[in-house]
């Protein structure tokens, strides 16, 4: 029995906890719905299903692919899940289409066909997700491609990923800074992003699952937690930013007192008080 997963299968997330558990509940009850599907002896559509079949003892039901593009079918079977964020949408399409442009030109093409997703326009159809939004994670998915697949697996977000591949690079000559400038111009197509777009972008994915969590007990009350962290943090940031002040006012009137030391000759620091305060008497009893 093959349980290895078709890397389109991969892009998207494993279901786990309590999505996973009533998943094999129900295929345990009421037996397996959907048939896994397998191409080339790898699992296309239904890695989830095999493992909980596996987890109950529940013999799988396999087909073969039989359809014209894989691509398209498993972007259509998989992509508009509940609890995808606009980031993983956009990145799956864009790693699905990177995957289909990378298959050896032996292969049958209609099978890894992603001409319909050539054009940004195309894919922002596809995926659902913002035009730059869909900018973002193509330009992610062509810097770093493992990258890429991580945000739409979810195990990191589209702005932090964004981020690592926008860091900008030192280089040795004028000239080289240009062609990196050039190579940044052409990962992002038509556009620069801004700032703002990417703090809405986490916004939205972030207000997505906070929405997912508070459905049920256990992620409310897991969010409830989050919240408390940071406030706590945020508490703790004010304080540090409020030493940090203290700390150069103190080294401020360090430098004052030391200059008022060289003024009146005295380099003690304890004594330089009582040194003005002498120089300011016999100044007064000279008027």
């Given at each position: 029995m093959t349980t290895e997963l078709h890397p389109l299968c991969t892009l998207f997330p494993r279901l786990d906890g309590a999505d996973f558990d009533a998943l094999c509940a129900d295929i345990q009850a009421n037996g397996q719905r959907e048939p896994i599907v397998l191409i080339d002896g790898l699992v296309l559509d239904g890695g989830n299903r095999l493992r909980a079949c596996?987890?109950?003892?529940?013999?799988?039901?396999?087909?073969?692919?039989?359809?014209?593009?894989?691509?398209?079918?498993?972007?259509?079977?998989?992509?508009?899940?509940?609890?995808?964020?606009?980031?993983?949408?956009?990145?799956?399409?864009?790693?699905?289409?990177?995957?289909?442009?990378?298959?050896?030109?032996?292969?049958?093409?209609?099978?890894?066909?992603?001409?319909?997703?050539?054009?940004?326009?195309?894919?922002?159809?596809?995926?659902?997700?913002?035009?730059?939004?869909?900018?973002?994670?193509?330009?992610?998915?062509?810097?770093?491609?493992?990258?890429?697949?991580?945000?739409?697996?979810?195990?990191?977000?589209?702005?932090?990923?964004?981020?690592?591949?926008?860091?900008?690079?030192?280089?040795?000559?004028?000239?080289?800074?240009?062609a990196n400038r050039k190579s940044d111009e052409q990962l992002d197509e038509d556009g620069d992003f801004d700032p703002l777009a990417e703090l809405q972008l986490a916004n939205a994915e972030n207000t997505k699952l906070r929405t997912l969590l508070e459905a049920d007990d256990l992620g409310a009350e897991a969010l409830r937690w989050v919240r408390a962290y940071e406030v706590a943090q945020r508490r703790n940031d004010e304080h540090l930013s409020t030493l940090a002040s203290r700390d150069k006012q103190i080294a401020f009137l360090a430098r004052q007192l030391e200059r008022c030391g060289k003024a009146v000759g005295e380099h003690d620091q304890d004594k330089v008080a009582a040194a003005v305060e002498a120089l300011a008497r016999a100044k007064q009893g000279v008027v």
């Open positions: 596996l987890e109950v003892g529940v013999e799988p039901k396999f087909r073969n692919f039989d359809g014209d593009s894989i691509v398209a079918f498993v972007l259509s079977a998989n992509l508009h899940r509940r609890h995808l964020t606009p980031g993983q949408q956009a990145a799956i399409v864009a790693s699905a289409q990177d995957w289909a442009n990378a298959q050896p030109a032996s292969r049958p093409r209609q099978e890894c066909n992603v001409a319909p997703l050539s054009k940004v326009a195309d894919r922002v159809a596809q995926s659902g997700a913002s035009t730059r939004t869909q900018k973002m994670a193509d330009k992610v998915s062509r810097a770093d491609p493992e990258l890429g697949r991580q945000v739409a697996r979810g195990e990191i977000s589209l702005p932090q990923a964004l981020a690592k591949v926008s860091t900008p690079k030192t280089t040795a000559t004028q000239e080289g800074h240009i």
